[in-house]
């Protein structure tokens, strides 16, 4: 029998998802914890590795076992040995054709980024931080340029294991609400640190370090070098994962995190 879950995890309290021999995971958290509640070890298999401090709204794994619990007990049952910083939001009997990686046909991630003079310890890990004001306009005329399939090198890390650097990006959504401005990203999938580079050119474009068009550029050099450094983890949201409709996998529980309101049809502006 195939089991997916979907995880919620605080990235901030984990070195990433993939297990490690010296290093607190969220996979070896799980596993942990599924191998307390069945008495057996299960290997599960994840929608998408993500980094340290990157967290996890709308993570999926699967796994396949012999054992017989309903869906509450594996929710209930796993969640009984699992750290706060992480806990299992659904579980859901899939088909074998069913794969958490290959058979996700999309990915959305969120950035957070909080705009104010002063840092707030109260948004320590939840949100980036910038204390400089930031051109809106310029930064939605800047991420124009990325939307569509390309080889995205310039914001591929070294050390990212993709087998290839052509990515088809669907959407870049930019949001402002009060002192935060909230990012959406969509693609088909995405390089390693590859959000966290777009974030780090967005930024220099708001910031007016580079004209709107200086992003082709960045795209069109597919060299790492000519792009902005990596923008910090801290505000970075893996939220969703999406799947073919027959496999009828449910939502993310976005409702614990308060401004995932933003992405209702809200007016944009001040909260």
Same mark, same amino acid.
């Given at each position: 029998?195939?089991?997916?879950?979907?995880?919620?995890?605080?990235? +901030? +309290?984990?070195?990433?998802?993939?297990?490690?021999?010296?290093?607190?995971?969220? %996979?070896?958290?799980?596993?942990? $914890?599924?191998?307390?509640?069945?008495? =057996?070890?299960? #290997?599960?298999?994840?929608?998408?590795?993500?980094?340290?401090?990157?967290?996890?709204?709308?993570? =999926?794994?699967?796994?396949?076992?012999?054992?017989?619990?309903?869906?509450?007990?594996?929710?209930?049952?796993?969640?009984?040995?699992?750290?706060?910083?992480?806990?299992?939001?659904?579980?859901?009997?899939?088909?074998?054709?069913?794969?958490?990686?290959?058979?996700?046909?999309?990915?959305?991630?969120?950035?957070?980024?909080?705009?104010?003079? =002063?840092? #707030?310890?109260? /948004?320590?890990?939840?949100?980036?931080?910038?204390?400089?004001?930031?051109?809106?306009?310029?930064?939605?005329?800047? &991420?124009?340029?990325?939307?569509?399939?390309?080889?995205?090198?310039?914001?591929? #890390? #070294?050390?990212? %294991?993709?087998?290839?650097?052509?990515?088809?990006?669907?959407?870049?959504?930019?949001?402002?609400?009060?002192?935060?401005?909230?990012?959406?990203?969509? &693609?088909?999938?995405?390089?390693?640190?590859?959000?966290?580079?777009?974030?780090?050119? /967005?930024?220099? =474009?708001?910031?007016?370090?580079?004209?709107?068009?200086?992003?082709?550029?960045?795209? $069109?050099?597919?060299?790492?070098?000519? $792009?902005?450094?990596?923008?910090?983890?801290?505000?970075?949201?893996? +939220?969703?994962?999406?799947?073919?409709?027959?496999? +009828?996998?449910?939502?993310?529980?976005?409702?614990?995190?308060?401004?995932?309101?933003?992405?209702?049809?809200?007016?944009?502006?001040?909260?």
């Amino acid at each position: 029998m195939r089991i997916a879950l979907g995880i919620q995890y605080d990235g +901030a +309290a984990f070195c990433g998802w993939q297990s490690q021999p010296h290093g607190k995971t969220v %996979q070896d958290a799980l596993e942990r $914890a599924l191998r307390e509640f069945a008495t =057996v070890p299960l #290997s599960t298999i994840v929608a998408g590795r993500t980094d340290t401090g990157v967290h996890g709204l709308g993570q =999926v794994v699967h796994f396949d076992t012999d054992l017989d619990r309903t869906p509450f007990s594996w929710v209930r049952g796993t969640n009984a040995f699992l750290l706060s910083t992480v806990a299992v939001q659904w579980a859901k009997p899939m088909p074998e054709t069913f794969h958490a990686r290959f058979a996700a046909f999309e990915r959305t991630y969120y950035y957070v980024l909080y705009v104010n003079p =002063v840092r #707030s310890p109260m /948004l320590a890990a939840r949100a980036g931080w910038i204390h400089t004001p930031l051109d809106v306009d310029a930064m939605r005329q800047a &991420a124009a340029h990325l939307i569509g399939e390309h080889d995205f090198s310039s914001f591929r #890390s #070294s050390e990212c %294991q993709a087998k290839t650097p052509v990515k088809h990006l669907y959407q870049i959504d930019i949001r402002p609400q009060g002192d935060f401005i909230h990012f959406r990203f969509r &693609a088909n999938a995405f390089l390693h640190h590859m959000v966290r580079n777009l974030m780090g050119c /967005l930024v220099a =474009v708001g910031r007016g370090r580079y004209p709107a068009a200086w992003m082709a550029e960045v795209l $069109a050099g597919r060299d790492r070098t000519v $792009a902005a450094p990596t923008f910090m983890p801290d505000g970075l949201y893996l +939220a969703q994962v999406g799947y073919p409709d027959e496999f +009828a996998v449910p939502a993310p529980h976005t409702a614990s995190v308060p401004w995932s309101v933003i992405w209702s049809d809200a007016p944009e502006g001040r909260a």
